[in-house]
């Protein structure tokens, strides 16, 4: 780290950052590292989808250098974060479904949904299987995924849906027939953020990648 630190301040900072990301963060990967690049270009990125767990096992693991995944939900061992945003639950569905026309819908109406979702592996399915059981809506998806590409291809062929967290929607080209109905009854939220390991000091890239999202997420709000 201190010989990286000496060579930052002569020549800029250089390195390799493996990151790995929760597939409904994907879309947003892309502004975070275009952002970096643009003041550090000597750094190179690896960008790997992957589940919190493999996350998490990396980042213990050395085999990773950061993350983005849900912070709040499960437990996150021993890691440094910066949290980012926090993320809401969209349905997103052909306008040419009955259930097009919406302008919210509930927890509990997903049950009578035709559903694509992500594989029990993804965090993300978790948390929506614990809120679709609360609302005490039974769901047996059609389509199980662990890329939301396939997911959102099967919501655009208008035969299905599926829920997406609301910033990754936010950010994708659906086709124009596809409509983001927010879910309520509850309306949840939950964090979003970068975590690294719980190293001090952290190596300058990774440093300057954890001050670099925190700005930008800070600027968003």
Not at 45 to 66: H, K, P
Not at 110 to 125: A, I, K, S
Request: net charge positive; with cysteine.
């Amino acid at each position: 780290v201190m010989y990286q630190e000496i060579e930052a301040l002569k020549h800029g900072l250089f390195g390799h950052i493996r990151i790995g990301v929760i597939p409904t963060a994907l879309p947003l990967v892309a502004t975070l590292t275009t952002r970096y690049l643009a003041d550090h270009p000597n750094v190179r990125f690896a960008v790997f989808a992957q589940s919190s767990n493999e996350i998490l096992r990396g980042l213990s693991n050395l085999e990773l250098d950061a993350g983005l995944t849900y912070l709040d939900n499960e437990p996150l061992g021993q890691v440094l974060f910066v949290r980012l945003y926090h993320e809401e639950f969209r349905l997103l569905v052909s306008s040419d479904s009955p259930f097009g026309k919406l302008k919210t819908i509930t927890w509990a109406e997903l049950g009578r949904v035709p559903l694509c979702l992500l594989t029990q592996d993804m965090q993300n399915r978790r948390i929506i299987d614990r809120l679709l059981h609360k609302a005490k809506a039974e769901v047996i998806p059609t389509i199980e995924t662990n890329s939301p590409t396939v997911l959102y291809t099967h919501v655009g062929s208008g035969g299905l849906a599926t829920i997406m967290p609301a910033k990754a929607a936010a950010v994708m080209r659906f086709p124009s027939k596809v409509r983001e109905i927010p879910i309520i009854n509850p309306t949840v939220k939950y964090a979003v953020g970068l975590v690294v390991p719980k190293r001090e000091p952290l190596p300058p890239p990774i440093e300057a990648l954890a001050k670099d999202v925190k700005k930008f997420f800070s600027q968003k709000r």
